[in-house]
């Protein structure tokens, strides 16, 4: 049997869900948008000057586009934080990028998470929209054994263009997210 790219999966999810959801044509079937990597380093600068650079150069190594810092919103005196100050770093991916680091991300880097049973169903939001945390960067193979010093966690939400809950469940699973099985959940 063929392995099918996430794009063709995509394609393909209409066939499956047409009948659930009663869509007219494959313009209302949901499609990828974007992917978002975030990382919060804090202030984690104020002690280390190259911190965000690091982090920025290996979410670049990770992703094959440049990452941008993020700056405070707003001054918050208790968290000793200036307005502007980075306490960020974002990637958004669209396009050919975007689907190959969805193949990295379900094929390669998930599989290669210490413990990792799947995805908890829970994290699509009400648009249909999914967020992992991933712990340690260290899972995607881009990243050296010397980087093991300073392993940072980050924040991959995948976009869609789902407009429920059970729309984007249905979605992610067809593409070939790994969510968590319903026996797994009874055990806990």
Request: proline share 3%; hydrophobic share 40%; net charge positive.
């Given at each position: 049997m063929k392995h099918?790219t996430?794009k063709?999966k995509e394609i393909?999810?209409?066939?499956k869900?047409k009948s659930?959801?009663?869509y007219k044509n494959?313009?209302a079937?949901?499609?990828?948008?974007k992917?978002?990597?975030?990382v919060g380093?804090?202030t984690?600068?104020?002690?280390?000057?190259?911190?965000?650079?690091?982090i920025?150069?290996r979410?670049?190594?990770?992703?094959?586009?440049?990452?941008?810092?993020?700056?405070?919103?707003?001054?918050?005196?208790s968290?000793?934080?200036?307005?502007?100050?980075?306490?960020g770093?974002v990637?958004t991916l669209?396009g050919?990028?975007?689907y190959?680091?969805l193949?990295?991300?379900i094929?390669v880097?998930?599989?290669?998470?210490k413990?990792?049973?799947?995805?908890?169903?829970?994290?699509?939001?009400n648009?249909g929209n999914?967020?992992?945390?991933?712990?340690?960067?260290?899972i995607?193979p881009e990243?050296?054994d010397e980087?093991i010093?300073d392993v940072?966690g980050?924040?991959?939400?995948?976009?869609s263009?789902?407009?429920?809950k059970?729309?984007?469940k249905?979605?992610?699973s067809?593409?070939?997210v790994?969510?968590?099985?319903?026996e797994?959940k009874?055990k806990?």
């Amino acid at each position: 049997m063929k392995h099918l790219t996430v794009k063709e999966k995509e394609i393909e999810s209409f066939d499956k869900m047409k009948s659930n959801f009663h869509y007219k044509n494959k313009m209302a079937a949901p499609k990828m948008v974007k992917v978002v990597l975030n990382v919060g380093t804090g202030t984690a600068i104020k002690k280390d000057k190259n911190k965000n650079d690091a982090i920025s150069s290996r979410l670049a190594k990770i992703t094959g586009q440049k990452a941008a810092l993020r700056g405070a919103k707003q001054s918050i005196a208790s968290f000793k934080v200036r307005q502007g100050d980075a306490i960020g770093v974002v990637t958004t991916l669209r396009g050919k990028r975007m689907y190959a680091f969805l193949e990295k991300l379900i094929n390669v880097a998930l599989p290669r998470t210490k413990d990792f049973r799947g995805i908890n169903p829970g994290a699509v939001d009400n648009i249909g929209n999914l967020t992992i945390g991933i712990k340690e960067h260290t899972i995607f193979p881009e990243t050296a054994d010397e980087d093991i010093k300073d392993v940072f966690g980050l924040a991959i939400t995948l976009v869609s263009t789902a407009k429920t809950k059970e729309e984007g469940k249905m979605f992610f699973s067809l593409i070939g997210v790994p969510f968590k099985k319903e026996e797994d959940k009874k055990k806990k």
